[in-house]
């Protein structure tokens, strides 16, 4: 974990440790809602959202074991949106997790990956992989949301690769022949979800995106013009360079700045829960009117 043990101070350094940015089992993390509200807490976080993909289902106990352990609770979700033929993730944070709006698209959004997790087993068979599909449903905690991460996973404890990042680096990453890419939500509807819900849109690890610098452009701008305010500047899918770029696209633009670990599991994610530096003094975090 790149970014480790840079960062643990709580609200009585009078800088809240805030983390608005990672999964549980709802979708392709490893601990349980409870558990994930549990090592946050551990780690000193003071301010946490869970923001599963494209999913709420974990927020009522997310939610309920915050508080019980003395954490403010934010709603959250990440949207997978296609946008100029790639996938980008939007975070949503703060809203009504009954808007029924948001709860339809949401469900609209992981309607297609039943299917998607079949033709995923297919052409990891082709590349002799058999028994993918199969392998890779005992990983997901929900039938809704099979993910890259499952099969993934399965490819590891199939002895196929060494580890998850590797497996998605020769098998299953965006330009890779196992991925089978999706039509998600638009821009717009991911953000008119979230804003009608009453929350707030923020662009996830924008540093992920291979985009040329005209494409990051016209995204950012119709991300505001749709009604977006933010994105992520420190996150654990960022290297410390990327942070410093994004740092300064949020100064340039008037963005939101979002600092979140991305942290799905104890062995495979960069960064762990409340453990980012913090966000650069100067920038106006998307908690700014919170608290
Ligand atoms: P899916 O929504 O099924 O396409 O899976 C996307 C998930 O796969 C992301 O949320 C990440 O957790 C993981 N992922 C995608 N690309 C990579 C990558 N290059 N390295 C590691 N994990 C990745
Ligand atoms: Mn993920
Ligand atoms: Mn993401
Ligand atoms: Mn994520």
Not at 84 to 104: C, E, K, P, R, Y
Request: net charge negative.
């Amino acid at each position: 974990m790149q970014w480790a043990g840079l960062y643990n101070r709580g609200m009585n350094n009078a800088v809240p440790n805030v983390d608005l940015h990672c999964h549980s089992t709802v979708s392709d993390g490893v601990l349980s809602p409870a558990d994930v509200a549990q090592r946050a807490c551990a780690n000193g976080v003071d301010v946490w959202a869970l923001t599963d993909h494209d999913e709420v289902g974990g927020l009522a106990q997310a939610g309920a074991t915050a508080r019980e352990l003395g954490m403010r609770f934010i709603t959250g979700t990440e949207v997978s949106v296609t946008w100029a033929g790639q996938t980008v993730h939007i975070v949503g944070l703060g809203f009504d997790a009954a808007d029924a709006a948001l709860v339809a698209g949401l469900h609209k959004t992981r309607g297609g990956r039943a299917e998607r997790a079949r033709r995923m087993g297919e052409r990891l068979a082709d590349m002799g992989m058999p028994g993918a599909y199969e392998g890779a449903l005992p990983f997901a905690g929900n039938p809704e949301l099979v993910s890259r991460t499952h099969f993934a996973r399965y490819l590891v404890q199939a002895g196929y690769c060494p580890d998850v990042q590797t497996v998605f680096n020769k098998y299953l990453g965006d330009d890779c022949p196992g991925h089978v890419p999706m039509q998600w939500a638009s821009l717009a509807d991911a953000v008119g979800w979230i804003v009608g819900a009453g929350g707030r849109a923020v662009i996830a690890h924008p540093g992920r995106y291979k985009y040329s610098a005209l494409q990051f452009d016209a995204l950012f701008d119709e991300f505001l013009q749709l009604g977006g305010v933010g994105i992520e500047v420190t996150t654990g899918s960022h290297t410390p360079d990327e942070a410093r770029h994004y740092a300064q696209v949020a100064r340039r633009y008037g963005f939101l700045a979002s600092r979140g670990s991305d942290f799905h599991s104890p062995r495979e994610s960069r960064a762990d829960l409340g453990a980012l530096p913090p966000l650069p003094d100067d920038l106006k975090p998307v908690w700014h009117d919170w608290f």
